[in-house]
């Protein structure tokens, strides 16, 4: 099974024993900037993920994300910018364990990322519990896809839910996508390709940012910070609707914390035990030259 290439995260690779270093030149016109906030390039924190594991991948051949063990993002690249990924990669008995400093042109520090991956395909395994004893009580509010546009600041090809079955507001939401074989991610790529864990991820990262934005007095851009321990457990593929279960667990000066799972069907696909978004005025994002998305 072949892993579908959401963009071209990365241009170029250099591997030693045990490391690989990587460059990818940020943008604007790659694959789903366009619709990462509009007219703000910045390079969505997730596929900062996908840069590693395509660095890994570079190193020791094709790889899925098995666990996020933690990843921080603490400063934003814009188009224009350089990511240099250096990752340490460790052989494991279940696996390739791997540490990641990712940087910026000037050796800014942008992203710190610990995770797990495996070679090759691997099958479903673990089923989960039925989403019927997860669905939130009746009488709770529900968005069609023209209601998320107007929650969200992300648009077309960037924007992926579909639509929120039950929301609680400050509390908890169940949303949906359904993965489809024409997404930009897809271009060029053997059908049945695994859908990729980073826009698994950017997605439950969606529905906890609407979860959040439906009761927030924040004002700004809810910008992904902080993961941990996020388990992907099975490959999601085309034609899979996948439905995440999100708590927000905690909000405090401007930060909030969610957790959740994501099915497809009755099968649990991900685990997500802590993300952290905050919200930033969008003037406030610029590069380490100073330069703002308005120059």
Not at 10 to 20: L, P, R, Y
Not at 206 to 231: C, I, K, N
Request: hydrophobic share 40%.
């Amino acid at each position: 099974m072949s892993t579908a290439t959401p963009l071209r995260a990365i241009d170029s690779a250099e591997v030693s024993e045990g490391t690989v270093r990587a460059v990818k030149k940020v943008a604007a016109d790659d694959p789903y900037m366009p619709g990462h906030f509009p007219e703000l390039t910045v390079y969505p924190g997730v596929f900062t993920l996908e840069s590693v594991q395509q660095a890994v991948a570079e190193a020791v051949g094709p790889v899925r994300l098995a666990r996020l063990r933690s990843a921080r993002f603490l400063a934003p690249l814009l188009a224009g910018d350089s990511l240099v990924v250096e990752a340490a990669i460790e052989r494991a008995d279940d696996g390739l364990e791997v540490r990641a400093r990712c940087a910026d042109g000037t050796g800014r520090t942008t992203a710190k990322v610990s995770a797990r991956y495996e070679q090759g395909s691997r099958a479903a395994t673990d089923v989960g519990a039925r989403l019927d004893r997860h669905r939130p009580r009746s009488g709770e509010l529900r968005l069609d896809h023209d209601a998320i546009r107007a929650v969200l600041p992300h648009r077309h090809p960037m924007i992926l839910l579909d639509r929120i079955e039950h929301a609680a507001p400050g509390e908890r939401l169940e949303a949906v996508k359904a993965v489809s074989g024409c997404e930009p991610c897809y271009q060029g790529d053997q059908p049945g390709s695994e859908y990729p864990a980073s826009l698994l991820l950017e997605s439950f990262g969606q529905a906890a940012a609407v979860l959040w934005l439906l009761g927030a007095t924040e004002s700004g851009l809810p910008m992904f910070t902080a993961a941990r321990d996020v388990v992907f457990e099975r490959p999601v593929l085309p034609g899979d609707v996948v439905r995440h279960l999100v708590r927000l667990d905690q909000v405090v000066d401007g930060a909030a914390f969610a957790s959740g799972e994501s099915f497809v069907g009755a099968d649990r696909v991900a685990v997500v035990t802590s993300m952290m978004a905050v919200v930033r005025p969008a003037l406030t994002l610029t590069n380490g030259n100073g330069r703002n998305h308005h120059e």
